[in-house]
């Protein structure tokens, strides 16, 4: 395991010394152009605006000051009718859906500041392929429980992660309001989360090699996509009853998800909304020899579909098959993907069920 003291004033140091240097770096030839002041600065010497707190999750200029230069957290979150609403849907920068066993779909939520989520749930165990997103992303798993399989790549791969079953009461909670089976119901918090990690010596601090898997625009730019409108997409996983329908609604921009006809909400009543819909396609199988019929996803790289502003187009896809490989989008002459700036849904689809994804 990756396991160093977390340093939180170091992390807000560093960050205050970095824009102190952008600063004076900017102030830095004033006295070579004082001569020419008077005139107006040439159009080529206009300074383009500087984004000093970009989400590297999500590309907005939103992100707080002290969570700069921090490693994403991931949540591995039920998603059984009974899970639903969710507590902390709508805090996600990005929600990652696929396929576990017998027709379900799971999701892991990542985060690039937790420190203001005050509820995030419900959590359920992890799943393999999971896991190796999450390497990718150099991410911190948070779960509760998991498959043999995911244990395994966990302790091959020394991928950091935080197990509700070690922790209940804790650091993990149960909210039993509902009146819905217990697995149904774990749930903890943003500041839990990093009083663990300070507690497990896991560092929070991004490795210095550390780079988003995902390219963004500018954050006050909207790109428009080439191969067609799309003010709506259905997206099927299985007839298990996990199938998604994202509506675009031109006011803000957005897709709304609704899942199963219904609108896909939080526990306050907001209704889950992205920028971004992505479909990634790959097969899927069930593990030889596994009682549960749990599923093994072909990570390795295919096609997809990228759907923003209103538009769409076809992308391929590449993670590999190595787990610490990030996961890769590229547009249809093999450069990455720009994405705009926004929030994001990425769908693991299964490749048999292409034809059934409706882009209208």
């Known amino acids: 395991m990756k396991k160093k003291k977390i340093l939180r004033n170091t992390v807000l140091c560093s960050a205050a010394a970095l824009l102190l240097i952008a600063s004076l770096t900017a102030c830095g030839n004033q006295d070579d152009t004082s001569s020419v002041a008077s005139e107006g600065p040439a159009p080529s010497s206009i300074a383009e605006v500087k984004y000093e707190n970009i989400n590297p999750l999500t590309g907005e200029n939103n992100l707080a000051t002290s969570a700069k230069g921090q490693r994403p957290i991931a949540f591995m979150i039920n998603n059984n009718p009974s899970a639903r609403p969710h507590w902390g849907l709508c805090s996600a920068d990005v929600v990652i859906e696929g396929l576990v066993e017998g027709g379900s779909t799971r999701m892991m939520w990542m985060f690039s500041d937790i420190s203001y989520v005050p509820k995030i749930g419900s959590l359920r165990s992890m799943r393999h392929d999971f896991v190796e997103i999450a390497d990718g992303f150099d991410a911190v798993l948070v779960h509760w429980g998991g498959s043999p399989q995911a244990y395994t790549s966990v302790s091959t791969n020394g991928v950091d992660e935080l197990d509700g079953i070690s922790y209940e009461g804790s650091y993990f909670f149960r909210d039993q309001t509902r009146n819905v089976l217990i697995e149904h119901t774990g749930y903890t918090t943003g500041e839990k989360i990093l009083d663990l990690m300070d507690q497990k010596d896991i560092e929070i601090k991004a490795n210095s090699q550390y780079t988003s898997p995902f390219t963004f625009g500018k954050p006050d730019e909207k790109r428009t996509l080439t191969d067609g409108t799309c003010k709506q997409v259905d997206v099927y996983f299985s007839s298990g009853g996990y199938n998604h329908t994202f509506t675009y609604d031109e006011s803000d921009g957005l897709y709304y998800n609704s899942i199963e006809g219904a609108p896909m909400k939080d526990d306050n009543g907001q209704q889950m909304a992205v920028t971004n819909v992505i479909g ?78 409706v882009i209208a």
């Open 280 to 357: 990634l396609y790959m097969d899927v199988s069930t593990i030889a020899g596994d009682g549960s019929g749990r599923v093994d996803m072909d990570l390795s790289g295919g096609e997809g579909f990228y759907i923003s502003n209103g538009t769409y187009e076809t992308i391929t896809w590449k993670k590999g098959n190595t787990p610490s490989n990030p996961l890769k989008f590229y547009d249809k002459n093999g450069n990455e993907l720009v994405l705009n700036a926004g929030k994001s849904w990425i769908g693991l689809l299964p490749e048999n069920y292409r034809a059934n994804t």
